[in-house]
């Protein structure tokens, strides 16, 4: 199970960090995909972690603004985000996959539940 939080409503520029824990399994040789999703547009990919190694990928919608990292001892991923836009609204989710890094929705198998960041302009 997957367990996404740390939304709510931020002022433009702002840096929330949100989180996502497991429970049931361990991250170790897993890939973590950070994604998020407007009402009546797809599920966009916006970040990736390579848990075993460290390597992460972003969107080009979001590099150099947000960060994924981990907390193994935590069981723990987080996606640090800064510099907000009221274009980052959207309900944020994690999810989980084996084998390569990916972007792809359709490569992702398990879910959380998401958290809505608002940013407000």
């Known amino acids: 199970q997957l367990q996404a939080s740390g939304g709510g409503l931020v002022q433009a520029g702002g840096s929330p960090r949100l989180s996502c824990v497991a429970s049931?399994?361990?991250?170790?040789?897993?890939?973590i995909g950070w994604f998020r999703q407007v009402p009546g547009k797809e599920r966009e990919g916006v970040a990736c972690?390579?848990?075993?190694?460290?390597?992460?990928y972003y969107s080009d919608s979001v590099k150099n603004r947000f960060a994924a990292d981990s907390d193994k001892a935590k069981n723990t991923v987080y996606l640090e985000m800064h510099n907000l836009k009221p274009e980052d609204t959207a309900v944020y989710y994690c999810?989980?996959?084996?084998?390569?890094?990916?972007?792809?929705?359709?490569?992702?198998?398990?879910w959380g539940q998401g958290t809505l960041v608002t940013v407000s302009s």
């Open positions: 999810a989980v996959r084996e084998g390569t890094a990916s972007l792809t929705k359709y490569e992702y198998h398990y």
């Open positions: 972690l390579v848990c075993n190694d460290g390597r992460t």
């Open positions: 049931g399994f361990t991250f170790d040789d897993n890939v």
